[in-house]
């Protein structure tokens, strides 16, 4: 067999990237430190049930033990192409131990995986919860779960982003700023990416034992139209958002394709005309991007049943939906146009996993069928909250999966999973919906500010136009969209079909500590009547 | 015996020369070590949610050699010799990929002398002794009085202690004083926070109080609980009313949600010489190519002044050798007086050749007008308790939108008069710094570090009244 040029190449990436790595980690399993090997090594096993069963002995009547390694590898650029590097890898073991005493939630983490420490974050969890539970007891029930049997999970990606070097990342994500070099009239001010690989097992003191492998990946790409050498407009790829996929999310898109695309989008609306913002009300058409951050915004925030129970009150803050008991099943959110379905399953989503951190098996739900609220976010605590209208409803009361945390530092809590909004019947898309609007407003990657309740906002940032005759005549500067989320959904009037639907991964922050975790949001374009726009930056 | 929950001195020292001791082929080597523990206790709904106990290490190592690209951190959180010679391995390589001409040692300029810094008020033993038992016990006295009042409590406790050291490669030439460049003497440090909300069951009243410091002696929770209920109870079905201009009385925690911004604009990300957008830029001088700045020019009203001492008692700012070491004036009398610089782009511009980071902790000056005194003077105005959500819409201006929350108040004719809706704001803090009418006794706010093993942001801030402020749209969330 002969090897040829590019069975060398092959070989010699390979071994830059195991060479890149800070391995082996080291965890003192047995009397002496020894490597960690894959997460799915019987004594990863021994030692999390170590710790479950230190908790149970201490008096624990629940206890689940999460054991993280954690991978994170950056690549930024200064402000020309050789600058451009690899600027960070970090890789972290945490173990997190949570248990039940009479009611009581206690946690207790570390970065250390030996036996005694296992033993001491078990122990030291039911210290938390007992002192606690002076007073007057607090009823948890769990909803119930079937265990899982020492079972493993890889996310399906293509390329793994670890196994590829890093200096050819930096070379890809260089050659993307030459071919910008070829446009004298653009200039990249920003091109980035970070990669994240998590292993993670899950034992519970109800047997469930499960391992899986989690890859997120998202990037940066950023563009200015310059004029006699100053800026004069600028936008970025919307393809980089975090998603759980490898290095494939550069590799498996026609990325130079879509930085034309981009180029020739900031031209354009670099064309037309600037008009002020004309107070009013108008018929707005969004695109997916806008339509997907308010889907987040309002329900994405208000469905996440603890903040409905008023236990992030303190935080971010509480719920419009604020009596789920009462609203379920019933409630009009929005127009019947209106579907939501909430999921941690999908392919690619940043929100996916095929257990949640309490070992529940994750699969989709509807959060709204044709307007009507019908489930909310739930954990395993939270879902026996509303058990007696699932008993009414004919359906079991179990956990949708919501549980999660960045790692196994933190305690998990209710995160927005992965969110889709049904496409309308129609095969029309946003310039389609534009085209359709004889009078009104157009915009494009609005972001929110919204209050505590996810209930009021005030849309801006993103690029609004001006649409006479179903063409884009001119660019509104300054336009703030003014909403109410129940009003907003009921003058939802279209959505955008099949062809406009994209996908964008989503950061959410929430609890005290405080803690992010990434979901994506799925949704067409859409049209909206009488929304309120008023002009951002002018004062009372 | 006390539990070591973050590594002391010898450890780190220990753990920075192991490091070093895997150090091969030249180059300047800057080893850090933070530790942290935090003790947490959230509850809701008036019964305890979770209480949590959190430890964890994060080590960075990177490399610079001379000609080379100094790149990011490599970072674990092993503590093994196999961990860290395979970050210290991980870091040389990076160092010698992609190098840029320009860049390296021998780049920065002489240093000043260092002294360092010894009586920093930022460890406190209230803080780190706090136990469990006594935090539960906070808790439920903090729990009680709600409860007796059929509201429902919310909030949050935290204690929390980090450790912070690193060590770089010695160079003779870039030793100054006791230390080299990228030495981090051992510094250890203490925060506390508490904070509550109290909701009225329908929803239609809430109420909050929080304060945060290094030192857990200072913060008095019974206080806390008992305002969070009493602005609950206050807050109760309020009115709208219309939207526009009024006079504000501002309590100190609403003025430090406010001027954050501000403050974080003593930093800027490039210097205001540069093209950035930033409150401090003047014009753009053609004939010397660079943007002028305002130092020197009067930015707010003259009772202002925002500075910082290390030795504050009160305050509690974590030091670094070669940034912030001295007592700054930022804004002195309202003349904007000083900006925080990098010595290696700006040093010969600036008085005082120290790299001045910004402020991350501040004292803003204040007056002797009490608030009830304010109210009393008011013939028509609102008051704030706290902004939330607060986003800049414009750098240059300091333009902002966010809005109000947990409290706010019509007054008229010198009298609280009825509890009213939130509003959602547009405006600017340094217009509100420029329409002051009256201003109270500086007091310590809630400004805790959200991140894990995060240094202290405290601020002393008045109350302060000042006419105009621009309320835009109602808010109907409570």
């Given at each position: 067999m002969t090897v040829s040029r590019r069975d060398l190449l092959k070989a010699g990436m390979s071994v830059a990237a195991l060479a890149a790595l800070p391995r082996p980690l080291v965890a003192r399993l047995g009397p002496v430190p020894e490597p960690v090997q894959s997460i799915r090594a019987p004594r990863g096993r021994e030692l999390a049930f170590r710790a479950v069963e230190a908790a149970r002995a201490a008096g624990a009547a629940y206890a689940d033990v999460r054991l993280t390694r954690t991978r994170r590898r950056i690549f930024q650029k200064a402000?020309?192409?050789?600058?451009?590097?690899?600027?960070g890898d970090s890789e972290e073991l945490s173990v997190g131990v949570r248990v039940l005493v009479d009611g009581y939630w206690g946690f207790a983490s570390s970065p250390v995986w030996s036996s005694d420490v296992m033993v001491r974050l078990g122990r030291g969890a039911v210290a938390q919860a007992r002192v606690m539970a002076f007073g007057p007891a607090r009823e948890v029930d769990l909803a119930s779960v079937p265990a899982v049997r020492d079972e493993h999970w890889t996310m399906p990606v293509e390329i793994d982003p670890f196994e590829v070097s890093p200096a050819e990342i930096v070379d890809y994500l260089r050659s993307l700023t030459y071919f910008v070099a070829r446009y004298p009239e653009f200039k990249v001010v920003r091109n980035e990416c970070e990669f994240w690989v998590q292993d993670k097992a899950f034992a519970s003191s109800e047997g469930s034992y499960c391992t899986q492998r989690l890859y997120r990946a998202e990037g940066k790409f950023e563009l200015t139209l310059r004029e006699n050498g100053r800026p004069v407009a600028g936008g970025a790829l919307d393809v980089l958002t975090p998603a759980g996929v490898g290095w494939e999310l550069y590799k498996g898109q026609p990325m130079r394709e879509h930085i034309r695309r981009l180029m020739e989008e900031i031209k354009e609306d670099h064309a037309l005309p600037i008009k002020p913002v004309d107070v009013g009300r108008y018929q707005v058409v969004c695109d997916a991007r806008t339509v997907a951050h308010l889907v987040d915004a309002t329900l994405g925030t208000a469905t996440q049943l603890d903040r409905v129970m008023g236990y992030e009150a303190n935080a971010s803050g509480t719920s419009y939906l604020s009596d789920p008991v009462g609203m379920l099943g019933s409630y009009e959110v929005g127009a019947q146009v209106l579907s939501v379905r909430a999921n941690r399953t999908e392919r690619g989503g940043a929100g996916t996993v095929r257990w949640d951190d309490e070992g529940v098996e994750t699969g989709h739900f509807a959060l709204v069928e044709a307007g009507i609220l019908r489930d909310f976010q739930t954990t395993r605590e939270s879902a026996t909250w509303l058990a007696d209208r699932y008993v009414e409803a004919g359906r079991p009361a179990r956990s949708h999966g919501c549980a999660a945390a960045p790692s196994a530092l933190e305690a998990p809590l209710t995160h927005t999973p992965n969110l889709v909004v049904a496409p309308g019947p129609e095969s029309v898309d946003f310039d389609g919906l534009v085209a359709g609007l004889e009078d009104g407003l157009a915009v494009k990657n609005m972001v929110p500010d919204m209050d505590f309740q996810g209930l009021n906002g005030l849309g801006g940032a993103g690029r609004a136009y001006e649409v006479k005759g179903g063409k884009r005549v001119a660019r509104v500067a300054g336009a703030g969209f003014l909403f109410r989320a129940p009003e907003l959904w009921k003058r939802l009037v279209a959505l955008g079909g099949e062809a406009s639907v994209r996908r964008y991964g989503m950061r959410a922050s929430k609890g005290e500590p405080a803690q992010t975790t990434y979901h994506s949001v799925t949704a067409p374009a859409a049209a909206f009547e009488e929304f309120t726009v008023i002009d951002r930056m002018r004062k009372a | 015996m006390r539990e070591a929950r973050i590594l002391t001195s010898e450890d780190c020292r220990a753990v920075l020369e192991r490091a070093h001791s895997f150090a091969r082929g030249g180059g300047d080597t800057r080893v850090g070590i933070l530790s942290w523990w935090q003790g947490e206790l959230r509850w809701a709904r008036n019964r305890m949610s979770l209480a949590s106990d959190r430890r964890s290490i994060r080590i960075t190592v990177a490399r610079t050699v001379p000609g080379g690209n100094p790149g990011g951190p490599v970072v674990t959180n092993q503590l093994d010799d196999a961990s860290l010679e395979a970050a210290v391995r991980a870091a040389e390589r990076r160092s010698e990929l992609g190098s840029k001409p320009g860049r390296g040692l021998g780049f920065f300029p002489q240093f000043p002398l260092y002294e360092p810094f010894q009586k920093a008020a930022i460890w406190s033993d209230a803080t780190y002794d706090l136990g469990l038992e006594e935090r539960g016990e906070i808790a439920r006295s903090m729990i009680a009085p709600a409860e007796a009042k059929g509201f429902l409590s919310a909030g949050y406790l935290e204690v929390r202690a980090g450790a912070l050291a690193a060590l770089g490669t010695e160079f003779p030439e870039l030793r100054t004083g006791e230390y080299a460049l990228g030495d981090q003497p051992y510094v250890r440090w203490t925060q506390a926070q508490c904070s509550t909300t109290v909701r009225d069951p329908t929803g239609l009243g809430s109420g909050w109080a929080g304060l945060s410091s290094y030192d857990w002696a200072r913060i008095d929770a019974g206080a806390l609980a008992e305002r969070a209920v009493q602005k609950c109870q206050a807050s109760r079905d309020p009115v709208a009313i219309e939207p526009g201009r009024y006079t504000v009385i501002l309590e100190p925690q609403a003025v430090a949600d406010l001027i954050g911004s501000l403050v974080r604009e003593f930093y800027p990300r490039e210097t205001p010489e540069g093209g950035s957008p930033s409150p401090w830029r003047l014009a753009y001088d053609a004939v010397l190519g660079l943007w002028r700045s305002k130092l020197g020019m009067k930015v707010v009203d003259e009772r202002i002044t925002i500075s910082h001492d290390p030795a504050d008692p009160a305050l509690g700012i974590v030091m670094h050798p070669l940034e912030r070491p001295r007592p700054v004036a930022w804004i002195e009398r309202g003349v904007l007086t000083n900006l925080g610089h990098r010595f290696d782009t700006d040093v010969k511009r600036l008085e005082g050749a120290n790299r001045l980071r910004g402020a991350t902790g501040y004292r803003m000056s204040g007056g002797d007008t009490s608030i009830e005194e304010m109210i009393r003077t008011t013939r028509r105005g609102l008051l704030v308790t706290r902004f939330s959500n607060i986003r800049v819409l414009d750098r240059e201006s300091l333009l902002s939108t966010g809005l109000t929350r947990d409290g706010l108040w019509l007054i008229e004719n010198g009298e609280i008069t009825k509890a009213v809706k939130n509003f959602r704001f547009t405006e600017s803090p340094l217009l509100v710094l420029n329409n002051i009418e009256q201003l109270g006794e500086p007091v310590p706010v809630f400004r805790p570090t959200k991140d894990e093993g995060g240094q202290l942001t405290p601020a002393i801030v008045p109350p302060l009244k000042a006419r105009d402020f621009s309320f835009t749209s109602l808010i109907d969330a409570v």
């Open positions: 402000d020309e192409p050789r600058a451009l590097q690899n600027v | -």
